[in-house]
């Protein structure tokens, strides 16, 4: 759904995706990239345009662009919103040559702080497809908690049909998994 929520961090920028953000999306992409996904790769622009705009007017759900010293490096989504309850963090994304940086860990901390200290949410949850081995590791390397595999669960982007692995961090974890992110983004 529309809305107009920004947080900053040492040149990091979440803003909310706009259809404007479809090609830079497009341009940072790949098949390979785009496996853990559940829907299919958008293969051109007017496909992609369509994804984004779906995305920005899901209901419940606060798309953000993820922004580098200015530039466009990713997309991330707050989705199935009950404030006050819960609220889960996906459809990440980032441009290849900021795996391994700074990027994940303090976009998470922004939307876990926005999330547990604006929206009073007492679970924040976040999850992958099970073979995605990598993304598996950068969610347990941010603090959250691996609850386990959900099977069958979900369609993925190839049409099998996937087992999903779900994390959380609770309310009452979140001032630890909060100094951790302090320290990753310090050290």
């Known amino acids: 759904m529309l809305h107009d929520i920004t947080m900053s961090l040492n040149g990091l920028v979440l803003r909310p995706l706009t259809q404007a953000d479809a090609p830079s999306l ?3 992409v790949d098949e390979a990239m785009w496996s853990g996904m559940s829907t299919p790769l958008p293969t051109d622009d007017d496909a992609m345009a369509t994804h984004v705009r779906n995305l920005v007017e899901q209901p419940g759900a606060l798309a953000f662009a993820v922004n580098l010293d200015g ?13 006050g309850v819960r609220v889960e963090i996906g459809n990440t994304i980032y441009a290849r040559d900021v795996w ?23 679970r924040v949850a976040l999850r992958c497809d099970h073979r995605n081995s990598r993304s598996h590791r ?28 779900y994390f959380s961090v609770l309310h009452e ?10 320290r990753r983004l310090s050290g």
Do not use: Q
């Open 173 to 182: 974890e979140w001032p630890d998994v909060r100094v951790g992110l302090h």
């Open 71 to 83: 530039r466009f490096v990713g997309r991330t989504t707050f989705y199935d919103l009950v404030p």
């Open 26 to 28: 497009r341009s940072l």
């Open 100 to 122: 391994g940086t700074r990027v994940n860990p303090a976009t998470k901390l922004l939307l876990f702080s926005h999330a547990f200290d604006e929206l009073g949410v007492t």
């Open 138 to 165: 950068a969610i347990a390397g941010l603090g959250a908690r691996f609850e386990g595999t959900l099977r069958s669960f979900r369609r993925a982007a190839d049409g099998s049909v996937a087992d999903v692995d």
